[in-house]
């Protein structure tokens, strides 16, 4: 796992230009105004290598008393007590499980999505999702979305 995975919260002014037209076209693409990316990225002006390059990376910061949600995907290995690993991990940083579920594993590979709620005067997400990536046998873990 990359050890130069850090998350930071900045005000707007302080993001490039670029990186907010990400945003704008990831949100015509979600709310169905443009079908393919092409047409959003050329509705914000940008290129879509850019698109490309910055989509995963970037996500509109959204405070809600009840904490944040956040949708990840795994890969890990197929091994007797990994994923109790990873829930107790979740447990700690106290994550509350909304929803999970795991495929069925291919070539001792498995797949797990996972939906957790962190609350904010408990949890630490960025500390927890760092300590998934750490755990032996864990291969990927990539943050779909949150909330």
């Known amino acids: 796992m990359s050890d130069n995975k850090r998350y930071f919260v900045v005000t707007e002014k302080a993001v490039p230009e670029v990186l907010l037209k990400v945003v704008e ?3 015509l693409l979600e709310s169905k105004r ?3 990316v092409q047409e959003a990225v050329e509705a914000v002006g940008i290129s879509r ?3 490309y ?3 995963d990376d970037i996500f509109p910061f959204r405070e809600k008393t009840k904490g944040q949600n956040i949708t990840f995907i795994l890969q890990m ?3 007797p007590g990994l994923l109790s690993g990873v829930l107790k991990t979740i ?3 106290h994550g509350n499980i909304l929803t999970v579920h795991q495929s069925i594993p291919i ?3 498995a797949s797990l999505t996972l939906s957790v709620q962190i609350l904010p005067a408990q949890g630490d997400a960025e500390a927890m999702v760092a300590e998934i990536e750490h755990i032996e046998g864990v291969h990927y873990l990539k943050i779909l979305g949150r909330e």
Do not use: Q, R
């Open 107 to 109: 070539n001792g590979i």
């Open 25 to 27: 076209a990831k949100k």
């Open 53 to 55: 390059k910055y989509k």
């Open 77 to 79: 290995d197929d091994e």
């Open 91 to 93: 447990a700690y940083y």
């Open 49 to 51: 290598s850019s698109f």
């Open 34 to 36: 443009t079908v393919t």
